[in-house]
């Protein structure tokens, strides 16, 4: 069974950085994908960042250039970096799997999910 572990939320402010991480198990990482979603209050969950087995990576175009996902496919871990954080960042961040390569950023494809871990940006 997967179970998905996610850490390292906090408060911070604006234009400071967090990096978040997920240690998964009951799974080969070799033949999943993951991707981290994001959920604020009263809004739809969001796909933020997805990676392949590759290392092949697909943003949401609104966060490109701040955010940044990784993996490690041996400790089967997954991390993602946010920096120049902004209030519209908070939210609760889920880390998500999927057996298969494809990436998408839409939460449908992705039925194996975390508790989450909330971030709270402040101005």
């Known amino acids: 069974q997967v179970h998905l572990v996610e850490s390292g939320g906090g408060s911070v402010q604006a234009g400071g950085s967090l990096s978040l991480s997920c240690v998964g198990s009951?799974?080969?990482?070799?033949?999943?994908?993951m991707a981290w979603f994001r959920q604020a209050p009263g809004k739809e969950r969001e796909g933020v960042a997805a990676?392949?087995?590759?290392?092949?990576?697909n943003y949401a175009d609104s966060l490109k250039g701040r955010f940044t996902i990784s993996r490690d496919r041996a400790k089967n871990t997954l991390a993602l970096q946010m920096n120049s954080l902004k209030p519209e960042d908070t939210a609760m961040y889920y880390c998500?799997?999927?057996?298969?390569?494809?990436?998408?950023?839409?939460?449908?494809?992705?039925?194996?999910w975390g508790q989450g871990t909330q971030v709270t940006v402040s101005s």
């Open positions: 998500a799997a999927k057996f298969g390569n494809y990436i998408p950023l839409q939460r449908q494809y992705y039925d194996n």
């Open positions: 009951g799974y080969s990482a070799s033949n999943y994908a």
């Open positions: 990676i392949d087995t590759n290392g092949g990576a």
